[in-house]
């Protein structure tokens, strides 16, 4: 969602916004969509669709491009290709799943929609079928797709969150590196707001932002397994869910946001990413598309701009090497045709990987196609996730939408003042419980 | 003779309470008029059924199961989402709030439409052009006006904080959709710049249907101008202000994309309207059943809301056209 075309989120939202004006409107047109299933077309050629959701440059010209260069290899097949906006994509994805009719390739984020889809019995098993091409791949950018020991998508993009921050304002604070641990970060907090700076951007009208704090100090603490753990047992009540919460109220009680936050969207011309790009704020706790939105929203901070990785929590079972993140894969619908598994190995070649690398402002999924990657930001993100010791999905995706929704949701009361951390672990457990 | 007299007077008896013509048709043609009816509107009401009908069934059948929108609802749990959602405090934050934009719509935003339209309908230099404008906002998208809004009331560098500052008094800016206590009546202030050209409009239109001379006969019998108003413009334009008012609460019920765009419903709830919880709920969070029972909760509350109104407010408007027969009969 946020990792592959990251330019375009004030135009999702706006459309997201029109298509939401016509819910109904979106499942009934979704009903029309073409029947291909897997069909000839007129020249007898096999149809495969492709679902995805690069609606922005460059992407939305390379992969076209790239549908036509396996055709030249394929003769026999037509790949033919729907973009869909995304959030006008995740709800005809709805209207499709219950309908159990799937695209031939679909864009997917993995996790817990996935895996309801595969519980549906509407995904094709991929582990053998693109086995060799998983077996280039960086481990961690498989992760979201694997279940019970099986991959049922093909990763395609790679990504992950960390602390974006402005080394002009750090220094002006006089902060001399950044921090590495919690304590640490709450005192480099004190001193920017000494200094006149604000610490912190935040989009607080959309959620999700907030949840990155959430889910980063609860992995620090918990550690990747005590996340999975807690996931199984359907139980946030733990005092690590309890003590992340506490971490966080102690980051809100510095006040560390820009005025109005709670109202703020993520890339609108004075939301978080502008804030931050506008050289306004010292840091954003976002994932690998944040410097193309800062510059997108706002000027941009050009080379001012620094990555780290989240601090560690002192007593915590996670490491500070632990990444938390999620990316972009294509998954097969049960009884696609197999050219359609082809055209997947075809597409994450090591070649054309460095295709989407160098042209499509990727993070290399495949190993051997790291070299493409020029942008020092881009290559802070990859080499976070080359050395990662774990990795944690998106909360939002890795959970049943409900309760990915819900964390959302009491984190940001949390942070508006209206829930307490207890609060936050109950109301979180009482969702998952009810899934 | 008695004999004839006595048949006479029997006959008279039988056909004194006048029967109506009708009831003596041949059956046939009772019949025949029955299927051409039937023909007529069956195409209509099969639409109805499937597009209106049928779906609020399924909603109501729906709401009766824990169900994520995946394959079919399994988990029936009877009436558990509706004790749920009376517990619910977002919902009951939806209510109270939902009743909050209904007193002012009401209250505030029609008087002031009305004091528009009878502003405008007098004989004012360029009024055409005033009327265009008030209208305007009326015509744009509810989108658009959000996202226009949402730049105006960015705290500190929007529009609003700008003029406000530029004028001295930057004590009155302030954070508009940023903050709980002042997300609500910013988001009315949108909603009255938005809808109130359309109903000054109706009452523009009302207003035509005045016929002049009874001002100009008031005006002679000497009532002043308030009397006039009260006395004259008010009872007869009454048919168009309770439509107005209809169409202006079933809009506060289920105002949607406004808030949407502008405030998401936030922070923190605080201007979530049902429409948003809704969505919220059935498409953020696939608890379709739970949304189902949301939505039933409010298609009655609109129901009952209509039809109480149809009955005892609007009763004198429609009498002959909606209501029983009696007046034509």
Not at chain 2, 15 to 39: F, I, K
Not at chain 2, 162 to 174: F, N, R, S
Not at chain 2, 183 to 202: A, D, E, N, R, S
């Amino acid at each position: 969602m946020r990792a592959t075309a990251p330019f375009t989120f004030s135009r999702r939202r706006f459309l997201g916004t029109a298509s939401a004006a016509g819910l109904g409107a979106a499942a009934l047109t979704a009903c029309g969509g073409s029947d291909s299933d897997g069909g000839k077309d007129s020249s007898g050629r096999t149809v495969v669709e492709w679902w995805n959701i690069q609606t922005t440059e460059p992407s939305k010209s390379i992969w076209p491009e790239r549908a036509k260069a396996f055709e030249a290899k394929n003769p026999k097949v037509r790949i033919k290709l729907v973009t869909l906006e995304n959030d006008a994509y995740k709800s005809k994805m709805t209207a499709l799943t219950s309908s159990g009719k799937l695209p031939d390739i679909y864009h997917t984020w993995g996790g817990g929609v996935l895996k309801q889809q595969i519980d549906a019995g509407l995904v094709e098993d991929l582990s053998e079928p693109v086995k060799t091409t998983l077996d280039t791949m960086v481990p961690a950018s498989v992760k979201p797709y694997q279940f019970d020991g099986k991959t049922y998508a093909m990763p395609f993009d790679i990504g992950a969150v960390g602390f974006w921050y402005n080394k002009a304002l750090f220094k002006k604070a006089g902060i001399s590196a950044p921090p590495t641990t919690w304590d640490d970060y709450l005192d480099t907090v004190r001193k920017l707001k000494s200094a006149g700076i604000t610490p912190i951007a935040l989009a607080g009208k959309e959620k999700w932002p907030g949840m990155y704090f959430w889910s980063y100090l609860s992995m620090r603490i918990a550690g990747v397994d005590g996340m999975q753990k807690a996931a199984d047992a359907k139980d946030f009540t733990g005092d690590d869910f309890v003590k992340a919460g506490e971490h966080l109220k102690e980051l809100v009680a510095l006040k560390p946001f820009q005025k109005g936050f709670l109202g703020a969207a993520y890339s609108t011309p004075n939301g978080e990413a502008a804030t931050m790009g506008n050289g306004k704020a010292a840091m954003e706790l976002m994932g690998q598309w944040a410097p193309v939105v800062q510059a997108d929203a706002g000027k941009g901070i050009g080379k001012d701009l620094g990555f780290f990785s989240f601090p560690s929590v002192a007593g915590g079972q996670g490491a500070v090497t632990d990444v938390f993140g999620g990316g972009g894969g294509y998954a097969v619908r049960k009884g696609a045709p197999k050219a359609a598994v082809d055209f997947l190995n075809f597409f994450m070649t090591a070649e054309s990987d460095r295709i989407l690398v160098s042209k499509a402002n990727m993070i290399p999924v495949v190993k051997d196609a790291t070299s493409a990657l020029t942008d020092p930001n881009l290559t802070a993100v990859s080499d976070m996730l080359g050395k990662s010791t774990g990795f944690q999905l998106y909360l939002d995706q890795a959970y049943p939408p409900a309760v990915g929704q819900e964390i959302n949701d009491s984190t940001a009361a949390l942070i508006a003042g209206s829930k307490s951390p207890e609060q936050v672990a109950r109301s979180v457990t009482q969702v998952a419980k009810s899934q | 003779m008695t004999s004839t007299f006595v048949e006479d007077a029997r006959d008279a008896t039988v056909e004194a309470p006048g029967g109506a013509p009708g009831n003596r048709r041949p059956l046939v043609r009772r019949v025949t008029d029955w299927l051409t009816a039937v023909s007529f509107t069956l195409p209509a009401l099969i639409l109805f059924g499937a597009l209106v009908l049928a779906p609020i069934m399924y909603a109501l059948y729906v709401s009766l199961f824990n169900w994520g929108g995946f394959g079919s609802p399994t988990d029936y749990t009877g009436l558990d989402n509706y004790s749920r959602l009376i517990k619910d405090p977002v919902f009951l934050g939806d209510l109270w709030r939902g009743l909050l934009l209904v007193g002012f719509s009401v209250l505030i935003q029609l008087p002031f439409a009305l004091a528009m339209a009878v502003l405008l309908n007098q004989k004012l230099r360029g009024r055409a052009v005033y009327r265009m404008l008030f209208f305007a906002p009326y015509v744009l998208s509810e989108v658009i006006t959000g996202v226009l809004f949402s730049m105006i009331f960015a705290p500190d560098d929007g529009l609003a904080d700008k003029v406000l500052g530029a004028i001295g008094l930057d004590g009155l800016g302030g954070l508009w959709f940023a903050d709980q206590s002042t997300v609500m009546p910013t988001l009315f202030l949108v909603m009255t710049w938005k809808y109130f050209g359309f109903h000054m409009m109706l009452y523009l239109a009302g207003l035509q249907g005045i016929p002049a001379e009874l001002h100009e006969a008031a005006r002679i019998d000497g009532a002043n101008a308030w009397e006039r108003f009260r006395y004259i413009t008010l009872p007869l334009l009454g048919p168009t202000v309770r439509i107005s008012a209809f169409l202006s609460v079933i809009g506060a019920i289920q105002l949607f994309d406004l808030v949407w765009v502008t405030s998401a419903g936030g922070p923190d709830h605080a201007s979530e309207t049902m429409a948003i919880t809704l969505f919220q709920y059935g498409f953020k969070r696939y608890q379709i059943g739970y949304a189902s029972a949301l939505s039933i909760a409010l298609f009655l509350i609109s129901l009952v809301f209509a039809i109480a109104y149809q009955r005892f407010v609007l009763r004198r408007d429609t009498e002959g056209a909606l209501t029983n027969m009696r007046a034509t009969r």
